[in-house]
């Protein structure tokens, strides 16, 4: 029989920034599920939604990828999409860390062929020929965006505008997680087509702000225990 663990997630329906933390430590403390089994997890089955959109042979998967988890989770799906046989490049948009999950996870896609800079982003694209993924920022990000990360939300943006399919990953980059609203200008938050989000969608999507950014949205397991609708684990 089940039996549901008494851990004490602040949350109903959705997740705040604590409560997603708190699932990660307890997954790698409780489970033994280090940092980057989780990621490989959610950027798999990331990738499995993206694979199923795209929109003809000739399509092709532009990952914008940050410094953090949000950017390792980029690397990552950009190399299970490789693996299943879909065109895609990650743009580092900003560097890793040396030693963090991030950094590992762009290493390999890296090996595989699978980075450019940000210079190398597409220009002139036709709406149905490319596929953006948002994975610059996650939950972690706690100011407004500047300098490349500012330049890559406002290109991404740019590109939604033609009808181009955005993926944005846990969370629309620049989006504040429990308020929904960017945390600069009204434009400097992406726009998403449909947001893959990491366990439970988080609080500020249910606000009026936050509705506008995040399009559909899809809760995506990372391989750790399910929750019950009162935000329990499972076991």
């Not at 999950?101 to 062929?113: F, I, K, L, N, V």
């Amino acid at each position: 029989m089940n039996t549901v663990h008494r851990y004490a997630l602040a949350v109903n329906a959705r997740f705040t920034k604590a409560d997603a933390i708190r699932y990660d430590q307890r997954c790698s403390l409780e489970f033994a599920l280090p940092s980057i089994v989780l990621m490989t997890h959610a950027a798999v089955e990331c990738a499995s939604i993206i694979r199923s959109e795209m929109r003809g042979p000739s399509a092709q998967v532009v990952v914008l990828c940050g410094s953090g988890n949000n950017g390792g989770d980029g690397y990552a799906i950009v190399r299970a999409l490789h693996s299943n046989g879909i065109r895609s490049l990650a743009l580092d948009v900003a560097p890793c860390h040396s030693g963090s999950d991030a950094h590992t996870m762009r290493d390999a896609a890296s090996r595989m062929g699978l980075v450019g800079t940000w210079s190398d982003r597409p220009t002139n694209f036709k709406s149905d020929e490319i596929v953006i993924v948002d994975a610059l920022v996650g939950t972690g990000l706690d100011r407004a965006p500047t300098g490349a990360l500012l330049e890559a939300i406002h290109w991404i943006n740019t590109q939604a505008r033609t009808r181009c399919t955005v993926f944005s990953i846990d969370l629309p980059s620049g989006l504040d997680c429990d308020s929904g609203k960017p945390l600069g200008a009204t434009n400097d938050a992406v726009f998403a087509t449909r947001t893959l989000t990491i366990v439970r969608a988080k609080a500020g999507f249910a606000t009026d702000s936050g509705r506008k950014y995040v399009g559909e949205v899809t809760e995506i397991s990372i391989g750790g225990p399910p929750l019950t609708q009162d935000g329990q684990f499972v076991e």
